[in-house]
């Protein structure tokens, strides 16, 4: 069996078989198993079938709800893959396909003698049906909240005390775009976590209220639902609610400066009529909504939904268009999850960095890293106050380790490192290229190469002009410009704009009526014309779903409404954005008689 074969099983829960995937946990199956499509309905006779086969033919190792967690996997020495696990989302059925059929090594037969190839193709059906039913078993743990995940990606973890509701998110999202939040009334969290910055900021160090500039620069919060811990260095804030009180309340550095104005907080944002509304729908049972640990909560419930995952490199990965992302970007993303260079270890998975958290998760890693920015003499070989993970456990061995952040939408987060020292990303490439950094003159001085409690994973790697430019190109792939320009995540005070953009004229554009809206669901049916290159037609008697993430303009739509949107593949979705209503024809005016 040669390197690819070996490579192809499905996702398991232990390291060694997660390592035959690719960073958003995907089998390293050719190509074209990716692309393949089932040929057999789902029906149900076909499930029943293939459930027979599945608990003669697998369940004695994977379990017959797919968990691997039977003695003979215990037995084994590396267990099977968790059927059930999230990973699943990421497999094609192309690619289960092929796993049943060719095995795996001597870990897994293959059956191609003792199934047919309709069996093989309902096992695919079967397998996918065992994660959308541990699916289903995760949604319930989470209450009714509809997430909106992108393609590959758990639940998050979600505190028992501050359930998701869309009530408390509108609430964060008010909360996080008003100055009323700081003492003079002139910044937001908005102000250094800002939208199109990925909701980072342009600056590489944080200025307060008061005009005080920060040690350390805000981080990006994409995909913050996952941060197993918050912070450049802190390993004790873990949770979005607790986090939310330190810009507000901390006076190390001082940032909205609240701090002993809890009462004058509270007030200002009683004194609206419409916070007395958003706080009443989005803490019903409370006989007073208006404390602080609601503001916290409505904040982190609003940052639990930055998700993004949703860039050219994920419609590229998603097997949904091959050409998503150069030939010099697929050079890069060889580069990158190469051992040679090792950028995967510290910035891997599903999000590009170090650990995650979610829903099913037994345990949390806490990671830091010193990259050797600085190596000033002495035992402090960082610039105070910036010592990283040592502020916390003076242990000298922790001087200048800090949090790993997610690469997504890295092209349009710079400065970068914790102190904002790098500027582009061309000289972040070329720091991690010298295995550190090289300071020649003043009281920064020092050659970051040598820091003694340097990572392992960060050493000299002598790339080429060509391979710098096709690491860039990769690294400029992850930009996820929807998450960039989503309506649901942007600022509610200001007013929306009395026209629509033009669709830009990369999108593929529809045209059509809706036949049925389903306001829960967040999607509508349509019939539509063709749409060269992209898809057929739908006219009656059928209709085709799209999802339609502006839930404001979703709510406008009746059945009979012609619409023109720009409109997208994301995994087996179809997403219209932008979207405007178009006059209907006019009907022709009646002969007078």
Not at 37 to 44: D, I, L
Not at 455 to 462: A, C, H, L, T
Not at 507 to 531: N, T, W
Request: charged share 25%; net charge positive; proline share 8%.
């Amino acid at each position: 069996m040669n390197r690819i074969a070996r490579a192809a099983l499905l996702c398991a829960a232990s390291a060694a078989t997660l390592a035959a995937h690719d960073a958003h946990g995907r089998s390293n199956a050719p190509a074209e198993a990716r692309r393949l499509k089932n040929p057999v309905a789902a029906s149900a006779s076909v499930l029943d079938a293939a459930r027979q086969h599945y608990n003669a033919q697998c369940a004695n190792c994977h379990g017959e709800d797919g968990r691997a967690r039977t003695k003979t996997a215990g037995a084994m020495p590396v267990r099977p893959t968790d059927l059930s696990h999230y990973l699943m989302e990421s497999m094609r059925e192309g690619e289960i396909y092929w796993v049943v059929t060719h095995g795996i090594d001597q870990r897994m037969p293959a059956f191609t003698r003792s199934l047919s190839d309709e069996q093989r193709w309902g096992l695919a059906h079967y397998v996918r049906e065992l994660r959308n039913r541990q699916r289903a078993i995760e949604k319930q743990q989470l209450g009714p909240y509809e997430w909106r995940l992108p393609p590959g990606f758990p639940f998050p973890n979600v505190p028992p005390d501050n359930p998701m509701t869309a009530e408390k998110v509108e609430l964060g999202r008010y909360l996080f775009f008003d100055t009323r939040l700081s003492l003079n009334q002139t910044q937001s969290c908005a102000t250094c976590h800002q939208q199109r910055r990925a909701f980072a900021d342009t600056r590489g160090r944080g200025l307060g209220s008061t005009g005080q500039l920060h040690p350390r620069g805000p981080m990006s919060l994409a995909n913050v639902a996952y941060a197993p811990v918050l912070t450049w260095g802190n390993p004790n804030v873990r949770t979005l609610e607790q986090q939310a009180l330190v810009p507000m309340f901390g006076d190390h550095p001082i940032e909205l400066g609240m701090t002993g104005k809890e009462d004058l907080l509270l007030k200002r944002l009683r004194a609206l009529p419409l916070y007395r509304k958003l706080f009443t729908a989005a803490f019903p049972g409370d006989a007073d909504p208006f404390t602080i640990a609601s503001i916290t909560k409505a904040i982190a419930s609003f940052q639990r939904t930055l998700l993004s995952g949703d860039s050219p490199y994920d419609e590229y990965r998603r097997g949904d268009d091959p050409n998503a992302i150069s030939a010099s970007a697929k050079r890069g993303e060889a580069l990158f999850f190469s051992e040679r260079l090792e950028c995967f270890h510290c910035h891997g998975g599903f999000n590009f960095t170090g650990s995650v958290d979610y829903l099913g998760k037994g345990f949390a890693e806490v990671e830091f890293h010193n990259t050797g920015l600085y190596n000033l003499n002495g035992d402090i070989s960082y610039p105070r106050p910036n010592v990283g993970l040592y502020e916390f456990t003076q242990q000298f061995e922790d001087v200048g380790k800090f949090k790993a952040p997610t690469l997504r939408n890295i092209a349009v987060t710079a400065p970068y490192m914790h102190d904002g020292s790098v500027p582009t990303l061309e000289a972040t490439i070329d720091h991690y290229n010298a295995g550190g950094r090289t300071i020649r003159t003043g009281p920064r001085a020092g050659n970051g190469s040598e820091n003694p409690n340097k990572s392992e994973f960060i050493k000299q790697i002598d790339l080429s002009p060509a391979e710098k430019a096709d690491l860039l190109a990769f690294l400029r792939s992850l930009t996820d410009r929807a998450f960039l320009n989503d309506a649901r995540f942007s600022n509610p005070w200001q007013p929306r704009p009395a026209r629509p953009a033009p669709l830009p004229p990369h999108k593929y554009v529809l045209r059509g009526e809706v036949m049925k809206v389903f306001p829960d669901e967040g999607s509508v049916m349509m019939r539509h014309e063709a749409i060269p290159g992209f898809m057929e037609a739908m006219q009656a008697p059928y209709s085709m779903e799209f999802l339609v993430p502006d839930r404001e303009f979703l709510a406008t739509l009746k059945p009979g409404a012609r619409l023109t949107a720009g409109v997208r593949k994301q995994g087996s979705d179809y997403i219209l954005e932008r979207l405007r209503t178009a006059a209907p024809p006019r009907a022709a005016n009646p002969v007078r008689r």
